[in-house]
């Protein structure tokens, strides 16, 4: 029996190895884009879709109005959610500067109401190339040049682009930080293996004949999450290779990480529950397998208190599997110019084993808060 389980845990072990490895295979196939200084001519709608964000969209509106791109080439249009605060107000201040409100208005609770703001806001529009990003981020003077850049240089369809975090103000955010690179990370390194699978909604592009031809949210629809990822599996079953991640620093998007442990659960249950919707069953299959390999190190620990060979087998697991967390996160990082937070790998490496088993639970069962909805 020991000898079966040791099997079964190496397995596991074998399998995290191997997706690590293909991570750091497929982030270094992807290289920086060459820059061109051609006359950018694609007609822009960048979507933001904003519900109670008082305190931040202002800083938003104000990066894009400050791009460089040409603004005869450039629409904004922002969907108010239902905000309960002055978030409408703000954004309609900035009418005479470009910027379109439309106010979402359903009489009926709906589970998706940021898809439903997404796709109002897209049959609004009147550009081709439709950029989403949301309401409390940050960017510099070149990201949306730099998206259109990589867009019309490409033959592609779709395009995820980098999120990280900033201005971090305690230790449990600089970690939320390390571990959000390295899940941008896996998404990016997915891409360029070609295989597509994960991306985040704050930096993410696509073409708007293309969302309609794939029907847009539907079938997708009934969950609140998953206008991102879900969306893009969509497309990548139907344009297979023709989807990029912008490797560029100039193009990336900066949002802050979540100030306690209650919104960060919250959050990574919203992610995880989209799992359930994913088209690719062998990244289902894989995510499966990474959650019992974790699940399989608690159990060593635990039983190691009283047999000293699962503790001696927890030992090898765990130093092989933060030793190619390392390889795998340091080129991530660096790309990110944020290096000195690898120090941090030490305390999120175990952390992460009980996070992961805790969300694998918790992700598909029940409902979760979500800017101050329970939804699912």
Known sequence: MIVLYSIISLLLLSLYLVVLTYVIIGWGKLKRPVANNKTLSTKVTILIAARDEEERIRYTIEDILAQDYPKELTEVIIVDDHSNDRTAEIISSYADRGITLLQLKEDKPLNSYKKKAIAK????????????????????TKWLSSVVNYYESNDLVMISSPVTYFEEQSLFERLQTLEFSFLIGIGAAFIGNNRASTCNGANFAYRKDVFYEVGGFTGIDDLASGDDELLLQKVAERYPGRIGFLKLREAIVYTHAKHNLHEFIQQRRRWASKSTKYKN????????????????????????????????????????????????????IYFFRRANLVFLLILLSPVHIIYLAYIGL???TGKYAWKGRMVR
């Open 281 to 332: 069953k062998k990244v289902v299959a894989m995510a499966v397998g990474i959650w019992l390999f974790n699940l399989s190190l608690i159990a060593n620990i635990c039983i190691g208190f009283y047999n000293g060979y699962f503790l001696r087998l927890f030992l090898l697991e765990f130093i092989l599997k933060a030793a190619f967390e390392l390889l795998c996160i340091m080129p991530i």
């Open 121 to 140: 806001a897209i049959a609004l529009s009147s550009g081709d190339f439709m950029v989403a990003t949301d309401a409390d981020c940050r960017m510099g």
């Open 362 to 364: 918790r992700g598909n």
